[in-house]
């Protein structure tokens, strides 16, 4: 697939590679689902070999990597690699066997579903709340003190 379709790609691509039915899987995920492309500065920190997928909004709540063997459920961390460079990488990553999630449908399905939940809660808990305009915010969001948003320090001169 070209690259600059990726981005395209949605929770039904992602049901089909996982092998679920959509509708189950966009009740599990925390909010729209988008294909991350393979090359991007974004995807640097990602694991090469695996169709990678984050979902949340505004900021990435869970990844998600297909490959043709595993299936990988991971807290988004976002690393700046320079001013305007985020590259994306995964923390505490469940991993499971796609045969085995097919093969047994039910033990699969609550794998996915508590590893889903599990990586929201931790990556939630990372969020810190502005000092400033009260908004709760990722981390990557956030001044080197966790205390600003960007979009604050921005309005004082701040230059990210």
Known sequence: MDREFEWMLNATDLAMLLGVEETWLTELLPGPVQGVPAGRPCEGGLRPGYRWFVAGKPAALVVIGVSTELVVVGVPV????????????TSREEVAERECLAFHRDAGRAWLKTAIRDARVMRERRFRVCVRCGERNPPEWMDSLDRWCHECAAREGAVF
């Open 78 to 89: 976002v690393d700046w690699h320079g001013p305007g460079t985020p590259v994306l990488r």
